[in-house]
């Protein structure tokens, strides 16, 4: 197809224009906005880095940042352990395996929204229940502290996303050599010598994409957020996606929002960057 | 041998233990939208000792169960049709010219997978709202904006496994290339076709926060108008589960046809 037939541009034309009056032109409309007063419909003043430089003092804003980091660490560390387990577990040929793989699957079918709602439900009367029963102090009042409030979204994030992960390990637990496994236990190699040295080391470009796929989701969450805690208590659980949409959206302060989603994007296109960069190093080293 | 069988049944076991677990949230969900409000107070962790389905009939009422179905059917299945047919047609196109023109174009389809939602949702909202667009029509436009990248990638890939003198074979039988697309390497993209519907819709049918932003509440669809009665009956948890069990019915029940083409096509979603 040569670049000046009429086909060529024919094909590409319509999500050519979808994706630049959807994405690229409000990006750069903002990021413009992001300078100014801009209150959704009009600026009418031109302020520099102001919004920039009130940002760098935005408690709320720097705390939301840390909470989402904080998130993030517990979450990628959670689930690819938890992941990897569930897929070694579905791959050792039991009859239940891929009943297995439906049940640990499932919640990503569901949307992040119902699932914090049902979650909400458990923290707050299911763990009482068994807390009460059993004696457990510990498992009452959940997502009334920040502290519980952190730990649920977590284990709520473990519980969707460790079944995700799952399938991209399963992907690369099932291209390992059956033979490879096989002489491995033939010289006397015992069930963890062979995951150490024959899998694990088969499996690790999983690990790449699983780290980053993680990560980028656990900064984009956002109605997993609002369903469990709606950043509750005081703000304590609000993560970066929920503090910009409340600056814009409840505060109406647009350009200082802009501001915000500006610094948000550069903070997840640095990690989607960092991680194309391990992919082309890794493909040069194999 | 014997110590092997064991082993198994040991993993068995424990692989038995975890799903029952993984189902736990959905077990107490079940149960407790049969229960009355006192039910639930009184146990939350048993089966209900009087079955009650009248939180159902309220929930489906609330919830405008039937209208909001229809709203999300609309949207999804629009949309991913759209996302379908559009985003194979450059995909080829971008796979078949191999100029710089045409690598460039494809570099910057990539890359808007970088830009996350929330960097152009206040502008984005803002310039739609200008040109009277936040209604259904505008956000199957969106989807097709934000949807095309990643489905474009997917199917600029499976190209590489069609063989070019197919093309020129059709060609030299008189066909032109919008004939050659549609009749010969359409049916042949089926798969990833397959793969790249799947995607899609469990994101758009699950969506929340756009459509949020775009349709007013006659267009809700299923999560926006679980956002609201949600909303209203915090703290009344009977009806509350009752609804959240309701919505997710017709999820399991095309999970429960079509499972293994799901996880097929979302692992190739995330490995390729």
Known sequence: MKNRSVSFWLFITPTLISLALVVFVPFIYGFFYSFSDWNGLKATEFLGLANYAELLQDEAFISSIWFTIKFAVASIILVNIIGLGLALLVTQKLKSSSILRTVFFMPNLIGGLILGFIWQFIFISAFDAVGSALGIEALSGWLSTSETGFWGMVILNVWQYAGYIMIIYIAYLESVPEELLEAAEMDGANSFKRFWNVKFPLVAPAFTISLFLTLSNAFKLYDQNLALTNGGPFRSTEMVAMNIYNSAFKEYDMAYAQAKAVIFFILVAVVALTQVYYNKKREVDL | ?272
């Open chain 2, 1 to 272: 041998m014997k110590q092997k069988k064991r082993n198994k049944l040991i993993i068995g076991v424990i692989g038995t233990l975890l799903a029952l677990l993984w189902l736990s949230p959905f077990y107490l969900m079940v149960v407790n939208s049969f229960k009355t409000k006192k039910g639930i107070f009184s146990n939350v962790l048993g089966i209900p000792e009087e079955w009650t389905f009248v939180n159902f009939k309220q929930a489906f009422i609330d919830l405008d169960f039937v209208n909001a179905f229809m709203n999300s059917l609309l949207i999804s299945v629009v949309s991913v049709t759209i996302i379908i047919l559009f985003s194979s047609m450059a995909g080829y196109a971008l796979a078949r010219n191999k100029s710089k023109i045409s690598n460039a174009l494809f570099m910057v389809f990539v890359a808007a997978m970088l830009i996350p939602f929330q960097s152009v949702m206040i502008p984005l909202i803002s310039l739609f709202g200008k040109v009277d667009m936040l209604n259904p029509g505008g956000l199957i436009f969106m989807y097709l904006g934000f949807g095309c990248s990643l489905s474009i990638f997917l199917y600029h890939g499976a190209m590489s496994s069609i063989p070019a003198s197919l093309d020129e074979a059709a060609t030299i039988d008189g066909a032109n290339r919008w004939q050659i697309f549609w009749k010969i390497i359409f049916p042949m993209l089926k798969p990833i076709s397959v793969t790249v519907m799947i995607l899609n819709i469990i994101w758009i049918w699950n969506d929340y926060l756009l459509p949020s932003l775009v349709l007013s509440a006659e267009n809700a669809t299923i999560p926006l108008n679980m956002f609201f009665f949600f909303g209203q009956y915090t703290k009344q948890w009977h009806l509350a589960l009752a609804g959240l069990t309701l919505a997710i019915i017709p999820i399991i029940i095309v999970y429960f046809f079509a499972q293994k083409q799901i996880i097929k096509g979302v692992t190739d979603g995330a490995v390729k």
